[in-house]
């Protein structure tokens, strides 16, 4: 997956530096920032084909640390990453902090107990997290090394904190970039998408001892501000219904209304549909069988960033009868899943 | 010709999507940027490559401007637009 730095871009930069109508401070300090940048990029490129070749020659990666470290970063209403170091976050007077700091380890604990995975990069990388980022800033993200979240604007949406999901959906970004790697674009961009939206859900029912008939599938429910409640909207997309008018941002539901050039949160309907059918079809805890087989997809086969979505159902098809052989209704309801997705 | 419009696109909760009931939108004149912002605007609808869409979850953001040949558009990833374009959107439920 392209991970794009967080930088002016260089011809922006070079024509800073050059232009005469600036100060020569803001034109040395473009200048300055364009030879750094040039640098950042050379670092990130690195990393990013390390992080590739270890995965492709199989070699196990070496472990940080048993468990991931959790940190918490204030941005103070800035845009500035990461933020100031929270000191002891678990026990902040600022329950934003207290909020993530638990609930990213319980994630990590989630990975671990249901998943076996140390952290998001499975060697135990640290789990960094910034809060309080911009001014009721209406958005959370991963933006290649961390979590960034946004306190809403109190009305459309609250704390983006404030929805397990949405931590759940973030991390799971991140372990998407260190394993199957998609590309955030085309059908690899809606499977990217939904990975985060069904780990997301997965992690939010696991927290709740719900199983798969009894949980409401609905992402974003828990940071739905007071303006969208009034107007009837319950959640952000709807797995069990992509195009529910309950959502703020309904989606298809049919693999076959998906163009080019759609936005992921659009283009994951289908696969979320599929997961979250194949989950109601089987019944039980979601996490514990067609969950299991989602993470093999994910983790187990190395990069494949331009990956197809009948490809991706393909491969569930196929480890639905590897992996549950004795138990055809597996391998049943995953294919009643992708079915009804139109796959 | 001299305002820009701006649209913030996609992020977690799908800004703009088709069908989406959350939309952000404003403008701004380039009377009111500073030389720093303008150039930097200007640049972005030069450039044709802007690295990608950006990381999983990050906003996009639609800029089109008025020219002598009609309307001109450009879609970026959040990082590299200016603050004070940034700063010109509201969120708003329809």
Request: hydrophobic letters at 35%; glycine letters at 10%; proline letters at 6%.
């Amino acid at each position: 997956m392209r991970c794009t730095c967080c930088i002016v871009p260089a011809d922006v930069l070079e024509r800073l530096a050059r232009d005469p109508d600036l100060s020569d401070e803001v034109r040395s300090a473009s200048a300055r920032t364009l030879k750094l940048s040039a640098r950042m990029r050379e670092l990130r490129f690195h990393a990013a084909e390390l992080t590739s070749l270890a995965t492709l020659s199989g070699l196990p990666p070496v472990e940080l640390a048993s468990a991931p470290a959790i940190t918490v970063h204030d941005c103070k209403h800035t845009q500035t990453l990461p933020g100031a170091l929270v000191a002891r976050p678990g026990s902040s007077a600022d329950p934003t902090a207290t909020r993530t700091s638990k609930e990213t380890a319980r994630v990590a604990e989630f990975f671990r107990k249901v998943f076996d995975r140390n952290s998001i990069d499975n060697a135990g990388m640290t789990m960094m997290s910034s809060i309080h980022y911009g001014v009721k800033y209406n958005n959370a993200m991963w933006n290649g090394t961390q979590m960034v979240y946004g306190d809403g604007d109190g009305a459309i949406f609250l704390d983006f904190t404030g929805g397990n999901d949405v931590m759940g959906h973030e991390l799971t970004h991140g372990v998407t970039q260190y394993s199957l790697q998609l590309a955030y674009s085309g059908d690899a961009g809606g499977l990217n998408e939904s990975m985060s939206d069904c780990f997301g859900a997965m992690f939010r029912q696991w927290e709740a001892g719900q199983d798969a008939k009894a949980a409401d599938w609905l992402i974003g429910h828990d940071i739905m501000g007071p303006t969208a409640k009034t107007k009837g909207y319950t959640c952000l997309r709807d797995m069990a219904d992509p195009g529910d008018p309950h959502c703020l941002a309904p989606q298809p539901a049919k693999y076959s209304e998906i163009t080019p050039g759609m936005d992921p949160h659009y283009t994951s309907g289908p696969p979320n549909l599929a997961f979250c059918a194949a989950c109601k079809a089987l019944g039980g805890k979601s996490w514990e069988t067609i969950g299991q087989l989602w993470y093999k997809a994910l983790t187990g086969f190395g990069p494949s960033p331009n990956m197809k979505m009948k490809d991706f159902a393909a491969r569930t098809r196929k480890l639905a009868t590897q992996m549950y052989g004795s138990t055809p209704a597996v391998a049943s309801a995953v294919d009643k899943g992708w079915k009804q997705a139109g796959l | 010709m001299d305002r820009i419009t701006i649209e913030r696109l996609g992020g977690f909760a799908g800004f703009g999507l088709p069908g989406s009931r959350i939309k952000s939108r404003g403008d701004v004149a380039l009377s009111e940027l500073s030389p720093a912002d303008r150039s930097a605007v200007a640049a972005l609808f030069e450039r044709k490559d802007h690295g990608g869409p950006g990381p999983p979850d990050a906003f996009r953001y639609r800029l089109t401007r008025q020219t002598t040949q009609g309307s001109e558009t450009v879609e970026v990833p959040e990082h590299v637009v200016p603050e004070a374009i940034r700063n010109r959107v509201k969120d708003v439920l329809e």
